[in-house]
Each structure stands twice: as structure tokens, then as C-alpha cells.
């Protein structure tokens, strides 16, 4: 069976991209989440 040079570079670059969209997801979470720990503990200071 022979692979198509252009197939792979194809599909490498979607894993690439897959990898960078999957961290920029967890980093965009992570400092929502933090937020909301913030306006949590604002919320709670005001009351």
C-alpha cells in the first residue's frame, strides 16, 4: 500500500492543529474558571 506524501502532510497538520485548539480550549477554561472563583469571592465580600 502506498501512502500519499500529500495525505500525511495533510493529516499532520490537522493533528498539529487539533493539539494547539485543545490547549487554547484548556487555557481559556482555566481562566474563565478562575474568574468565576473571583466574582464568587467578590460577591461574597459585598454581602
Known amino acids: ?3 500519499n506524501p500529500q ?3 495533510i ?3 490537522f493533528l498539529i492543529c487539533f493539539v494547539i ?3 487554547l480550549s ?3 477554561a ?3 474558571g478562575d474568574q468565576e472563583n ?3 469571592t467578590t460577591i461574597q ?3
Open 1 to 3: 500500500m502506498k501512502l
Open 7 to 9: 495525505l500525511l502532510q
Open 11 to 13: 493529516n499532520r497538520n
Open 21 to 23: 485548539s485543545a490547549s
Open 26 to 28: 484548556a487555557v481559556a
Open 30 to 32: 482555566q481562566l474563565l
Open 38 to 40: 473571583y466574582l464568587n
Open 45 to 47: 465580600q459585598l454581602q
